[in-house]
């Protein structure tokens, strides 16, 4: 049986990755894709790629909300940036 299909992380807020989600799912998601942002610095996608060995389409999906980073990703993400990237559980708004 096939995996019901959910939306997106910026299907599920408006505005993002800039207006807080209630959806502590999707919070993390954003606040993830901040964070990225912020490690990436001046770095081009295909820069981050390189460093992370993350397709640079993949960094790309992750930013604008469109895919659902997993634990491998995020690892890769983290050790080739070296920043931390998960936020960790949102607090409550």
């Avoid at 997106?8 to 990225?36: C, F, G, I, K």
């Avoid at 990436?40 to 790309?60: C, F, N, P």
């Amino acid at each position: 049986m096939p995996r019901p299909t959910r939306l997106s992380p910026r299907d599920r807020v408006a505005d993002w990755p800039e207006t807080r989600s209630a959806d502590s799912s999707t919070e993390v998601a954003r606040q993830l894709a901040r964070n990225l942002r912020a490690a990436m610095g001046e770095r081009s996608l295909r820069a981050a790629g390189v460093d992370t060995g993350v397709d640079h389409s993949t960094i790309q999906a992750i930013l604008q909300g469109r895919a659902w980073p997993d634990l491998d990703t995020i690892a890769r993400l983290e050790n080739g940036l070296g920043a931390d990237l998960w936020p960790g559980r949102p607090s409550s708004a």
